[in-house]
């Protein structure tokens, strides 16, 4: 497999990429490919977090679960779109809790979250492909392994990063992360079926800010306009 993804993070995660469970993932990928499955996002945008988001400017990251699939919607960023295409509900209600905790007027048709990236938020989702119209079909077969290495490698080679751990699933991976030298912020998932539970009015695009300015780091602007 091509792999196009910055020099920074292809230096660091140069021994990934030699490994049998990586080389499988690039054969299924192949082999998906071969028998006429459409894979999202498209080849060129599969690291597409990595490119956007050089390894030395790393200072928050997004922990996503699975690229969206359907057709046009993923674009290699967690919960992000393109532009020109509708904002998922996931998005829509970070954007609402964005505009309550900020105080921000954002565009809520544009779902583009690459000026995040630009700024150094790492928008990682744990799979990196997905076969269209089918959830989670990618994710057993070697994307995890690779993204825990991810994160382990920011966890150890980085200090005070803010990782944002929404939903079960991406709490599960808090035991990669040294928590004595990072910043881990925690809250339900976005998805309308758990937004009122605990992602409404947990602030942490705020906390992130404050966390991020006490450490002496440029804090991000959230604004999509």
Not at 98 to 115: P, V
Not at 134 to 158: C, L, M, N, R
Request: aromatic share 12%.
């Amino acid at each position: 497999m091509d792999v196009q993804i910055h020099p920074s993070w292809k230096k660091i995660l140069k021994e990934e990429f030699q490994k049998e469970y990586f080389q499988q993932l690039a054969t299924f990928l192949k082999s998906e490919k071969a028998v006429g499955k459409s894979i999202f996002p498209p080849g060129p945008l599969i690291f597409n977090a990595f490119n956007l988001t050089p390894f030395e400017n790393v200072a928050v990251v997004i922990l996503g679960q699975d690229p969206y699939h359907g057709i046009g919607q993923a674009h290699g960023l967690s919960f992000s779109v393109p532009s020109g295409i509708k904002p998922p509900p996931s998005l829509v209600n970070i954007f609402k809790e964005l505009q309550q905790d900020i105080g921000i007027s954002l565009n809520r048709e544009n779902g583009n979250l690459s000026k995040w990236a630009d700024q150094g938020v790492l928008l990682l989702n744990a799979a990196l492909t997905v076969r269209n119209g089918e959830p989670f079909s990618h994710a057993k077969y070697g994307w995890a392994e690779f993204t825990d290495a991810v994160i382990q490698k920011i966890s150890e080679k980085k200090e005070g990063i803010v990782f944002i751990l929404w939903g079960k699933f991406a709490q599960q991976k808090e035991i990669l992360i040294d928590e004595g030298k990072h910043y881990i912020l925690k809250a339900a998932h976005p998805s309308p079926f758990s937004a009122d539970k605990g992602f409404f009015g947990c602030k942490h695009f705020s906390k992130t800010n404050e966390y991020l300015v006490k450490k002496g780091k440029s804090p991000i602007d959230w604004n999509n306009l």
